[in-house]
């Protein structure tokens, strides 16, 4: 199974404020659920309140230190590990890490891939993606958007795997 972490960051790191995104783009939420249909979702429990919701189509994977009872499509774990763990038991071929800080930080020795997309301003935030050293990743395709009505911000979209 591929762990992949998937994140959108401005050129400061911020990736969000007030348990929000600090910015709309239509093209990067139309592409993290192309990404993501279908697959299991691994978050921390501050990122799916902000969710507000299980995402269709997805099996959402929760990091708390109080899990909730399991309902349908949404399993509160203790642990990463525990989470990946069903991941793999139940079939998955590429589990995407999707927040918040804290999990990101822990997770980023754990995966394999990394889709990235830089939002091209430096954005006021109160969470941020850790620093990423670039030298263990080689970048495998990139794409450039402009800013529209759609999109708030000039933004890239990088998929980087492990070197």
């Given at each position: 199974?591929?762990?992949?972490?998937?994140?959108?960051?401005?050129?400061?790191?911020?990736?969000?404020?007030?348990?929000?995104?600090?910015?709309?783009?239509?093209?990067?939420?139309?592409?993290?659920?192309?990404?993501?249909?279908?697959?299991?979702?691994?978050?921390?429990?501050?990122?799916?309140?902000?969710?507000?919701?299980?995402?269709?189509?997805?099996?959402?994977?929760?990091?708390?230190?109080?899990?909730?009872?399991?309902?349908?499509?949404?399993?509160?774990?203790?642990?990463?590990?525990?989470?990946?763990?069903q991941a793999e038991?139940?079939?998955?071929?590429?589990?995407?890490?999707?927040?918040?800080?804290?999990?990101?930080?822990?997770?980023?020795?754990?995966?394999?891939?990394?889709?990235?997309?830089?939002?091209?301003?430096?954005?006021?935030?109160?969470?941020?993606?850790?620093?990423?050293?670039?030298?263990?990743?080689?970048?495998?395709?990139?794409?450039?958007?402009?800013?529209?009505?759609?999109?708030?911000?000039?933004?890239?979209?990088?998929?980087?795997?492990?070197?």
């Amino acid at each position: 199974m591929r762990i992949s972490l998937i994140v959108a960051k401005s050129e400061n790191n911020a990736i969000g404020l007030d348990n929000k995104l600090p910015w709309h783009l239509k093209d990067d939420l139309q592409n993290f659920k192309k990404l993501t249909m279908g697959h299991h979702i691994l978050m921390g429990r501050k990122t799916f309140e902000s969710i507000g919701k299980a995402l269709p189509g997805r099996m959402s994977l929760v990091i708390s230190s109080e899990p909730r009872p399991n309902q349908e499509s949404v399993f509160w774990f203790n642990s990463i590990f525990r989470a990946i763990k069903q991941a793999e038991r139940n079939g998955e071929t590429e589990l995407f890490i999707i927040g918040g800080e804290k999990i990101y930080k822990y997770a980023l020795s754990l995966i394999d891939r990394i889709y990235l997309t830089e939002v091209k301003a430096d954005i006021k935030g109160d969470v941020y993606f850790p620093q990423l050293s670039l030298k263990n990743w080689k970048i495998v395709s990139e794409q450039n958007f402009s800013k529209n009505v759609d999109n708030d911000f000039d933004f890239s979209f990088q998929i980087l795997d492990r070197k």
